[in-house]
């Protein structure tokens, strides 16, 4: 007689669609806390809807992805989940709001082998602190559990911002002209960039574990790594109400640091001469333990500063005054010269 075929399920190919089910009910009020008005209806269908909102003279829908890098490896090496989220954030709204958007919603992508609900929340209740701190919605996203992509206890998160900004106030290049004042403003660490060399440097050749204490620091190399991207988006609606035509552009440190970021937002032959503030304890640590030149550190790393304000001369004090004001440290960087021998804007260290 055969013996009876026992029949497999999902969950035992590796994909419990129960916990993701779980899941979804655990992010409902998390997503309903970073509601705005024109959020159409609550998160649980197939798709998130957003009025564009109606007192916008010439509308431009203004759209930033990006994800969290390796960062991601010293929160699983730590266990300290809560505040990635923040992170996934604040690198796609950093990006759009340099247009001078205002950022309407976000979206995210959580991809893991096996699904971790503890875990997962953590992660995405910091996605939605960070939407509250950009006072965008978080209106959607995807959940996918995928075994023998990821190793066990690993995820990736991906992240998608949409905001809106009027066709007469876009900042850019096209505002930007000599003599312009260029400002910058604090980082609050290495913010998601550069944490493949930060890792190798604290890891391989300073020999150091996430829990080691750096006495330059006052802290472990695990709290200094995981410090939270800068959100600057309330302090750049702030600056738009504050300095208006004034303010000429913004520029989002990044990968590439600000000898890559920054003629991203410059006209053609002009260059920023910048001299830069004190360097952070932090960076000092890493540029002595690679030890890692100055020109790499430069390109690496934002260096102390996660954004940059260009200003007509004349607002550059209110501008200065209004981020302050917002809690931010402002630092006086330089001024935007011509450079008739370059046709591609430049920045110059000095």
Do not use: W
Not at 57 to 73: A, F, H, N, Q, Y
Not at 82 to 102: P, S, Y
Not at 150 to 179: H, I, Q, T
């Amino acid at each position: 007689m055969t013996a009876p075929v026992m029949a497999i399920t999902y969950r035992e190919a590796g994909v419990d669609i129960d916990a993701g089910d779980e899941l979804v009910e655990r992010i409902k009020p998390l997503a309903r806390a970073t509601r705005i008005p024109e959020v159409f209806d609550d998160i649980g269908g197939f798709a998130g809807l957003c009025h564009v909102p109606p007192d916008i003279e010439e509308p431009l829908l203004v759209s930033g992805t990006d994800g969290v890098g390796t960062k991601l490896k010293v929160a699983f090496a730590t266990g300290h989940h809560g505040t990635v989220g923040q992170d996934l954030v604040a690198m796609c709204v950093n990006d759009i709001v340099t247009c001078g958007a205002r950022p309407l919603f976000f979206l995210d992508y959580f991809g893991c082998g096996r699904l971790e609900l503890g875990v997962a929340e953590a992660v995405i209740k910091g996605i939605a602190d960070g939407c509250k701190l950009a006072g965008c919605a978080l209106i959607g996203g995807e959940t996918a559990e995928l075994p023998g992509m990821y190793a066990n206890g690993e995820y990736d998160l991906a992240g998608f911002a949409v905001g809106v900004v009027s066709k007469k106030k876009l900042l850019g290049p096209r505002r930007v002209k000599v003599g312009d004042r260029i400002l910058g403003v604090a980082s609050t660490g290495l913010h998601s960039n550069g944490y493949s060399l930060a890792r190798r440097v604290f890891e391989q050749e300073m020999g150091l574990g996430y829990d080691s204490v750096v006495p330059e620091l006052g802290k472990t190399v695990g709290e200094a790594l995981l410090v939270p991207t800068k959100i600057y988006a309330r302090q750049v609606q702030s600056l738009l109400g504050a300095v208006g035509p004034g303010l000429h552009a913004l520029c989002h440190v990044t990968g590439g640091g600000l000898p890559g970021n920054l003629p991203r937002v410059l006209p053609k032959a002009t260059r920023a001469r910048i001299h830069l503030p004190e360097i952070p304890a932090l960076f000092q640590v890493i540029a002595k333990g690679g030890p890692v030149e100055e020109a790499e550190m430069l390109r690496t790393f934002n260096m102390g500063i996660g954004l940059v304000v260009v200003t007509d001369e004349k607002d550059a004090d209110t501008a200065r005054r209004t981020l302050t004001a917002q809690g931010a440290v402002v630092h006086d960087l330089g001024v935007i010269v011509r450079d008739d021998e370059s046709p591609e804007p430049t920045v110059e260290l000095i």
